[in-house]
């Protein structure tokens, strides 16, 4: 049975415009009020810890890709390979060790690092590979983890390393930390895969410290390749990825859930490439409402 969704932005139906890019069964819409663009109709949230897993569909997707457009994907492959291993680039990683450093300045004791769809916990090693080891030694870091056989080798992982991993969505998952208890909070890969994001980003910002930061990396539905690639744009996931960001309905998501864009520079929302990434503070100012708390203003 499939969940049917209205605007995540929205606590009541709204109008929709039909957007001719998903196979069926699976309908992809914008909401005519918000522009806000989701799946209508994912599956149940349970059936993402085994049936519709990130580790089982990843590699579905791949192995489709690889039929249907091998030198492409031969090109991508490669690409991701130079990037990560010789250039070494890692924007999440990079952006949460300064995030830490700047902490350490501040907060005296343990460092929290919480990983929203942590996979195999590995982006808290590669964090801590950049610290000194002065503040590595402080980092608590904690995996929060949906995925039954994903989530087991997390915990491994990172108990080695004085942290753990919580075997649950990412809503219920950050009810088990103290409010206003954590540094830095990562959702990479992971906003998109959510069919609640609001209650998500609501949580979050409850277990932000009051200078605590979020990172936030998606697929960016503004892109150039989006519009070129059309129904073969890579940040098209079905039926996973459930919700797709541009620039401004992010940021307007965030305003949703009590939270402020601190950094979103250009080369962030860079529009040559596919993803989309924003670093989040808590809003002081803002109100969380039951109802309609987003105040959409997209051209801010």
Not at 99 to 121: F, H, K, Q, S
Not at 280 to 293: C, N, W, Y
């Given at each position: 049975?499939?969940?049917?969704?209205?605007?995540?932005?929205?606590?009541?139906?709204?109008?929709?415009?039909?957007?001719?890019?998903?196979?069926?069964?699976?309908?992809?819409?914008?909401?005519?009020?918000?522009?806000?663009?989701?799946?209508?109709?994912?599956?149940?949230?349970?059936?993402?810890?085994?049936?519709?897993?990130?580790?089982?569909?990843?590699?579905?997707?791949?192995?489709?890709?690889?039929?249907?457009?091998?030198?492409?994907?031969?090109?991508?492959?490669?690409?991701?390979?130079?990037?990560?291993?010789?250039?070494?680039?890692?924007?999440?990683?990079?952006?949460?060790?300064?995030?830490?450093?700047?902490?350490?300045?501040?907060?005296?004791?343990?460092?929290?690092?919480?990983?929203?769809?942590?996979?195999?916990?590995?982006?808290?090693?590669?964090?801590?590979?950049?610290?000194?080891?002065?503040?590595?030694?402080?980092?608590?870091?904690?995996?929060?983890e949906l995925s039954n056989v994903l989530a087991h080798r997390a915990?491994?992982?990172?108990?080695?390393?004085?942290?753990?991993?919580?075997?649950?969505?990412?809503?219920?998952?950050?009810?088990?930390?103290?409010?206003?208890?954590?540094?830095?909070?990562?959702?990479?890969?992971?906003?998109?895969?959510?069919?609640?994001?609001?209650?998500?980003?609501?949580?979050?910002?409850?277990?932000?410290?009051?200078?605590?930061?979020?990172?936030?990396?998606?697929?960016?539905?503004?892109?150039?390749?989006?519009?070129?690639?059309?129904?073969?744009?890579?940040?098209?996931?079905?039926?996973?990825?459930?919700?797709?960001?541009?620039?401004?309905?992010?940021?307007?998501?965030?305003?949703?859930?009590?939270?402020?864009?601190?950094?979103?520079?250009?080369?962030?929302?860079?529009?040559?490439?596919?993803?989309?990434?924003?670093?989040?503070?808590?809003?002081?100012?803002?109100?969380?409402?039951?109802?309609?708390?987003?105040?959409?203003?997209?051209?801010?």
């Amino acid at each position: 049975m499939r969940t049917l969704r209205t605007c995540p932005l929205l606590d009541r139906p709204s109008a929709s415009i039909g957007l001719d890019a998903a196979p069926a069964p699976w309908d992809l819409r914008r909401c005519a009020e918000t522009g806000f663009v989701y799946l209508a109709n994912p599956p149940d949230q349970h059936l993402f810890r085994d049936e519709f897993a990130w580790e089982v569909t990843h590699e579905r997707e791949a192995n489709r890709r690889r039929r249907r457009e091998p030198l492409l994907h031969a090109l991508s492959v490669w690409t991701k390979t130079v990037r990560h291993r010789l250039l070494r680039r890692d924007k999440v990683a990079v952006l949460a060790a300064d995030l830490l450093r700047t902490a350490a300045r501040d907060v005296p004791g343990p460092l929290r690092l919480v990983d929203v769809g942590c996979g195999e916990g590995t982006l808290a090693l590669r964090v801590a590979d950049r610290l000194a080891p002065a503040v590595a030694e402080r980092l608590e870091p904690v995996g929060i983890e949906l995925s039954n056989v994903l989530a087991h080798r997390a915990d491994r992982k990172l108990r080695t390393h004085g942290g753990r991993c919580i075997h649950a969505t990412g809503i219920e998952g950050l009810t088990d930390l103290e409010r206003s208890s954590v540094q830095v909070i990562v959702l990479s890969c992971i906003l998109e895969h959510e069919i609640a994001p609001l209650p998500l980003l609501r949580n979050c910002r409850a277990c932000l410290a009051a200078d605590g930061r979020m990172i936030v990396k998606v697929p960016n539905y503004a892109c150039l390749a989006r519009h070129v690639r059309g129904r073969r744009w890579c940040g098209y996931r079905w039926p996973d990825h459930v919700n797709y960001f541009t620039p401004a309905t992010l940021a307007a998501t965030a305003r949703a859930a009590g939270l402020r864009v601190v950094r979103m520079s250009l080369m962030d929302r860079n529009p040559i490439s596919d993803s989309l990434y924003a670093v989040l503070g808590r809003d002081p100012a803002a109100v969380i409402a039951d109802k309609e708390p987003w105040a959409l203003r997209l051209a801010a």
